[in-house]
């Protein structure tokens, strides 16, 4: 049991002001697998002062430097891959194999801006006066605060705070009050690698005392959020007092639309993996799926027939592969969309009940399930599920299919299946997404860009692109 009752803040682990704690359960079993000090707005405003206080000498290090400090942590990171794994199966009760595939992928991050942060180039411009240059020069924001969601507990953080601390920022971070344990493993390790003091710190504490300092202190100059739309949208509207920079990740809706002329297999795993993983629980998960109407019965027959092989269990059990989603309030809102969907008419295709039997009556399972028949007016199609629910509607043509998966505030990820190559860009391009797979279930990659349209956020994670978020242009006009 992960029993570190303190933050990480200055370069040294400090008890929180109120001296407050919390309990974090395994959601598949109800035990506790550790406890995490509890703080508030005060602990924030400690670390966000050693932030600001370590901000002149971080962003004047030469990248080399920051640079070693990252692939330093890197090699960490990866080292004790398993162990950090370990840990975010039991506090979130994810598969343990795709805790594995999150930690990895959190290193490969870490290991990703160790590279970039030796890559903010400026530029000169071509001036309209003889004795005048046009220099372009990239600095870092300052004091970058981040709050990261429960759903990829290593992965959110790194994803953050690699590109900020890349680009010479220092960070204060807040993970979500689920999920702390992996987090408080992280910062150990940030503490291994040898960061200067203040240069990364870690809170846990009531999130909206928290977000109220990170917004009111003039000291934090941007703030890096994933979770929520409600949360995103309190944030940007509270960054406005100072003007800070906001980059938001916030929900999705994501369609999936499989073509007549799709290979109808590769969309069933596809499919399967976009909707399943995580439980259901990540925003690019495939929240709709359109079928196009002459392959309806048959690809769902085939989709339903791999839905019903999935074990569901407790995810530190190597075979699962469908975990518990991570609260009685997650609970209730998945049950809540089937029930819903179910009164309105939907047919239960397979699934669509609580899992009560033997051990599944201690922890949050929902039998993974698929409904038929869905419209419009269902919260399935209008609401982010969060869940092992798959919503499955008809369309009869492309520019059907198109209005329907755009009919969206949200904005994150689409899918489309299909072997036109026309077909695939003509969509592909129309869709109003930020990731879009083409045949691919699981577009996420290190170096790609990872954001959302509308309602999803604003900013991007991920790739060089990332490294944007965390830099202020500044043109330094030399004349003589
Ligand atoms: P979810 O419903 O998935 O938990 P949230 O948006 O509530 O999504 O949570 C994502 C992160 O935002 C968590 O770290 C949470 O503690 C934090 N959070 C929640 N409410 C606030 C708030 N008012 N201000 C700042 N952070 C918040």
Redesign the pocket.
């Given at each position: 049991m992960t029993d570190i009752q303190k933050m990480y803040i200055g370069g040294e682990w400090v008890d929180s002001i109120s001296g407050e704690s919390l309990e974090v359960r395994n959601p598949a079993t109800g035990e506790v697998v550790g406890r995490a000090a509890f703080g508030d707005h005060r602990d924030a405003l400690r670390a966000i002062d050693a932030a600001h206080a370590a901000f002149p000498e971080w962003s004047r290090l030469l990248a080399r430097e920051r640079s070693r400090y990252l692939y330093r942590l890197y090699e960490l990171v990866y080292q004790h891959r398993n162990e950090l794994a370990e840990l975010v199966s039991a506090e979130m009760g994810k598969p343990i194999r795709e805790a594995k595939g999150e930690v990895v992928g959190s290193a490969d991050y870490f290991l990703w801006y160790a590279e970039e942060a030796k890559r903010v180039y400026g530029e000169t411009i071509p001036s309209s006066f003889p004795n005048k240059r046009i220099l372009v020069h990239r600095q870092p924001v300052g004091v970058v605060a981040a709050?990261?969601?429960?759903n990829f507990p290593v992965n959110m953080v790194a994803r953050k705070i690699a590109p900020a601390l890349a680009a010479g920022c220092t960070v204060v971070l807040?993970?979500?009050?689920a999920t702390p344990l992996s987090a408080i493993r992280l910062f150990e390790l940030i503490h291994e690698a040898g960061f200067p003091p203040g240069v990364a710190n870690l809170v846990i504490g009531q999130?909206?005392k928290?977000?109220e300092a990170f917004l009111k202190s003039p000291k934090v100059a941007k703030i890096a959020f994933t979770?929520?739309t409600?949360?995103g949208k309190?944030?940007m509207a509270g960054a406005a007092e100072h003007v800070k920079r906001v980059s938001l990740e916030l929900g999705g809706h994501a369609p999936t639309l499989v073509f007549a002329d799709a290979d109808l297999d590769l969309a069933v795993k596809g499919v399967f993996e976009s909707k399943f993983r995580n439980t259901g629980q990540m925003c690019i998960c495939t929240n709709r799926l359109y079928v196009e109407r002459s392959v309806a019965e048959p690809f769902v027959e085939r989709l339903v027939a791999r839905v019903k092989k999935a074990k569901v269990g407790d995810g530190r059990n190597p075979d699962v592969e469908v975990g518990p989603v991570i609260n009685e309030r997650g609970l209730e809102k998945v049950l809540n969309h089937i029930e819903d969907a179910r009164s309105k008419g939907a047919a239960v295709v397979c699934g669509g009940n609580r899992l009560t039997e033997g051990d599944y009556a201690k922890g949050y399972f929902v039998e993974p399930t698929v409904l038929t028949g869905v419209e419009r007016g269902m919260r399935v199609l209008e609401e982010e599920t969060f869940g092992p629910v798959l919503p499955v509607a008809v369309f009869d043509t492309e520019d059907e299919a198109i209005r329907l998966a755009n009919d969206s505030p949200y904005g994150l990820a689409a899918y489309v299946y299909t072997r036109d190559l026309g077909r695939a860009v003509r969509v592909a391009e129309a869709l109003e997404f930020g990731i879009v797979g083409v045949n691919d279930g699981a577009p996420v990659q290190t170096q790609a860009p990872f954001g959302g349209f509308k309602e999803s956020g604003l900013g991007r994670e991920g790739g060089h692109h990332a490294m944007d978020e965390f830099l202020e242009i500044k043109h330094i006009s030399l004349a003589w």
């Open positions: 709050i990261t969601p429960w807040k993970p979500a009050e999130p909206d928290v977000g979770g929520s409600r949360v309190l944030l």
